[in-house]
């Protein structure tokens, strides 16, 4: 398998899993954003994907290093 971006080969839930927090998305304002996965960038910072089951849009929000 060729390397391929973590953001290409994702896939994002159709539903928002049990007992997960959820968010209004801020782009259809539904309360369906979940929190999906966390990541890491080049300076080390945890980063976690926030993802709509409604619309698919997603965001990257800062963690907490403990997480």
Known sequence: ???VPV???TYFPQ?????ADRRPCPVCGRL???P???RRDRERHVWRRWVCTACQAHQD???DESA
Do not use: F, I
């Open 1 to 3: 398998m060729t390397d």
């Open 7 to 9: 953001e290409r080969r």
């Open 15 to 19: 539903a928002v899993p049990a007992g």
């Open 32 to 34: 369906t954003l979940a």
């Open 36 to 38: 999906w996965y966390l």
């Open 61 to 63: 929000l800062p963690e």
